[in-house]
């Protein structure tokens, strides 16, 4: 890993949590094993030239999270932002992000106690955890099709800003 690689996404995770302030939610922590995870998950749409939250054996940052040493019991949930042949930039893809009904809940979502971003070879991914089984990010894995689903048919959020 290189280290100004690896500051530069630690800076963007900064940005999130001032962007997290900015609309009146806690800051959340750094975390490691999130990091390699979101880091691990941006490769492998690169390496295996997929843009989705499943990847073409049907999993997801969720299912996969053990794998990382995350515990069963906590939930994380993902952004994956992307251009092919592209270069990464952290603050582009948080503000494309921001500019996403859906994307923008799970940067500003409450209940996250930790996350991380990752960028590599074009492809970004946030992902925030929180202590609950269910709710953002809970569940089975969901394409990005889905997601987009959801998003144009539900109702105002709670705390969604």
Known sequence: MKQAHYNEMKDGFGYINTLRN???????TWGERIYN?????????????YFD???PDGQCANSLKTKYGIPEYQTVAENIW??????????QAINSWMES?????????SDHIAGAIACERGF???????????????GH???????????ETVGKQPGEV
Do not use: P
Request: charge should be positive; aromatic fraction near 8%.
């Open 22 to 28: 900015i609309n009146g939610k806690n800051a959340i």
């Open 37 to 49: 995870l979101a880091k691990d998950r941006a490769l492998d749409m690169s390496d295996r030239q």
């Open 53 to 55: 939250h499943t990847n």
């Open 82 to 91: 992307g251009i092919r042949g592209g270069t990464e930039n952290a603050r």
């Open 101 to 109: 009904r859906g994307h923008r809940y799970n940067l500003l979502y």
């Open 124 to 138: 970004c991914v946030f992902i925030g955890l929180h202590d609950g089984q269910y709710g953002l990010g809970g």
């Open 141 to 151: 894995c969901s394409t990005g099709a889905q997601g987009e689903v959801y998003w």
